[in-house]
């Protein structure tokens, strides 16, 4: 039998801050600005709220170790600024994506919530933010569906193994030791959500607010597990009863234990420039770069053609879109969005505007390409690989002026990466949105650049608190 599950407890238990290199450690305090940001950003649409909401009913409002609920007054318990923090990170479908998801909402909202309540080290959340990361990534990798698999009619498992991005950091954090890290993942694979299509099919925003749900239970293994609380769950990622047969049968040989150790699969995160759905990121940055180049408007513009079709992002009707997620999905409704507007934030998908009259008609001038389709497991397996599906686009005036632009990266790719720059922006968008004060932003943006030195992280996210 295989011996995976060791491999991966072996592994976590023993990295330290000092096994990371530079550039890892500098991506994970460019993550944090971000990630943090966009949650800010989110907070005020309703998946956040209802997080919220949640958290104070489920978990209360005092607690042995409390942490800051990002954006609000005062402090919370750990495990209610976990839901919190976590759902309003994925709400505008901005933090991050792997090709296997969006780690980063959990990653994040974990290790700070649970750093600044046990009041530990920068080098210690930084540690356990990519540490649990290459126990997610390689986990998911691992069970992903082949590319003849029909994602559409069965569903795709973003939503179950996203937990894992919630108990790796969580047991890290709490020092869990191999033995009991082998407990924590068998109970995070038996308590993984079923696979489904139906929050796709339906466009339910429940698609974000399974964030507080996974990130709450994760959390909670994790204690358990310190505690000793947890039996008879071990190796689960080995032999035929294990966690790939729980997910569908799919084992991809070669990921799991992939240079374990060696290579750090967390440098090919990608970061999101746009609230929006991964394959509409270039498209919006194709947009913005003719837009900022030209200096036309909205109203000076007939026809968008873009291409190639994405697979299921070509959505448009002129009786709106249901929810957020199904306008984050939309190229349409992006591209409208982005020209209308304004700002990138919670104002592209307000409830009262996602049947807008004006941003539909200018949604309906954008023409997708109908001879060139990209199929998502094509255009995944080329993200996967280290490459993205280039992207075309050409805008015409309504005084005939044309104008094109091909992109082969979105900003935030590991080709073409962020830099300091583009998250203090997405920070302090999120920032301005909940009325931080000025000398907050700036200390948390200054504080970010050296989290590896802070003695305590409760001043980092102390900032966060109006």
Not at 34 to 39: C, I, K, M, N
Request: proline content about 5%; some cysteine.
């Amino acid at each position: 039998m295989t011996e995976y599950t060791k491999g991966l407890c072996d592994f976590i238990t023993n990295l330290k801050f000092e096994h990371l290199a530079p550039e890892l450690t500098d991506k994970a305090k460019k993550l944090t600005l971000h990630v943090v940001g966009a949650a800010l950003s989110g907070r005020t649409l309703p998946t956040a709220v209802s997080a919220r909401t949640a958290a104070r009913a489920v978990v209360g409002t005092q607690a042995d170790l409390m942490s800051t609920m990002w954006g609000e007054s005062g402090k919370v318990p750990m495990h209610g600024a976990v839901m919190a923090n976590a759902t309003a990170a994925d709400t505008l479908d901005w933090e991050d994506c792997s090709f296997t998801g969006h780690p980063s909402a959990h990653l994040i909202s974990v290790s700070m919530a649970m750093t600044e309540a046990m009041h530990l080290t920068g080098k210690d959340y930084i540690t356990a933010v990519i540490g649990g990361f290459e126990i997610y990534q390689r986990v998911a990798c691992y069970i992903q569906p082949t590319l003849d698999y029909d994602t559409t009619k069965y569903g795709w498992g973003l939503g179950s193994w996203q937990i894992f991005a919630s108990a790796a950091p969580a047991g890290k954090l709490l020092n869990c030791n191999a033995d009991q890290f082998n407990l924590l993942l068998g109970a995070t694979g038996c308590s993984t959500p079923v696979v489904n299509a139906i929050l796709a099919l339906q466009g339910s925003d429940f698609y974000h607010l399974q964030y507080a749900i996974t990130g709450l239970t994760g959390t909670m293994l994790a204690g358990m597990a310190k505690r000793n609380e947890l039996d008879n769950i071990y190796n689960i990622m080995d032999g035929e009863s294990g966690y790939p047969m729980m997910m569908r049968g799919f084992a991809n040989e070669g990921w799991i234990d992939r240079n374990l150790g060696t290579e750090y699969l967390f440098g090919q995160l990608l970061l999101k420039h746009w609230p929006a759905n991964m394959w509409i990121q270039t498209p919006l940055d194709c947009l913005d770069h003719l837009k900022t180049e030209h200096g036309f408007n909205a109203e000076d513009i007939e026809e968008i053609f873009m291409t190639p079709t994405y697979e299921e992002r070509d959505k448009f009707s002129w009786d709106g879109y249901a929810s957020c997620r199904d306008a984050q999905f939309s190229v349409p409704y992006c591209l409208a969005a982005y020209l209308l507007r304004g700002e990138p934030g919670a104002n592209w998908y307000r409830a009262d505007g996602l049947d807008d009259k004006e941003l539909l008609e200018m949604a309906s001038r954008v023409k997708l390409d109908p001879d060139r389709l990209q199929t998502l497991p094509e255009a995944f397996k080329m993200f996967t690989e280290g490459s993205f599906p280039t992207t075309g686009m050409r805008v015409t005036l309504k005084d005939g002026q044309q104008f094109e632009v091909t992109l082969p990266f979105p900003k935030g790719h590991p080709q073409n990466p962020f830099d300091w720059e583009d998250v203090e922006q997405t920070f302090r968008s999120g920032a301005r949105a909940v009325n931080l004060p000025e000398d907050k932003i700036q200390r948390f943006i200054d504080l970010c650049k050296k989290i590896d030195q802070l003695d305590d992280m409760s001043q980092l996210a102390e900032c966060l608190s109006l």
